[in-house]
Nanobody, 122 residues
Framework: VQLQAYGGGLVQAGGSLRLSCTAS????????MAWFRQAPGKEREFVAT????????IYADSVRGRFTISRDSAKNTVYLQMNSLKPEDTAVYYC????????????????WGQGTLVTVSS
């Protein structure tokens, strides 16, 4: 499975962006698709994850209430709607998919996209 993430860019604090991640092939509904991010000089951290079935999702505390993860199964695409962006949200955002369910650690995912840069200016 190949993943293509896109939609990053430069936005002012308080603004919004929507990231997209398209998978090259359909995966089973029990697979989960996640977003992680990595800021300069920091470790990669979990952002959100959702099952392809769409029946459940979990979020990191730092983004809950501001970010929304969703999926369009017909398009093999998962989205991350990011609202009320803060400078500390600046990072390269990666999408990933795996069969271990809704896990918040990077080791729970088998396939990764190339990342898309989000920069939030103050």
């Amino acid at each position: 499975v190949q993943l293509q993430a896109y939609g990053g860019g430069l936005v002012q604090a308080g603004g919004s962006l929507r990231l997209s991640c398209t998978a090259s092939a359909r995966t089973a509904t029990y697979y989960a698709m996640a977003w992680f991010r990595q800021a300069p000089g920091k470790e990669r951290e979990f952002v959100a994850t959702i099952r392809w079935s769409g029946d459940s999702a979990i979020y990191a505390d730092s983004v809950r209430g501001r970010f929304t993860i969703s999926r369009d199964s017909a398009k093999n695409t998962v989205y991350l709607q990011m609202n009320s962006l803060k400078p500390e949200d600046t990072a390269v955002y990666y999408c990933a998919t795996g069969r271990r369910g809704l896990v918040a650690v990077s080791t729970g995912y088998d396939y990764w996209g190339q990342g898309t840069l989000v920069t939030v200016s103050s």
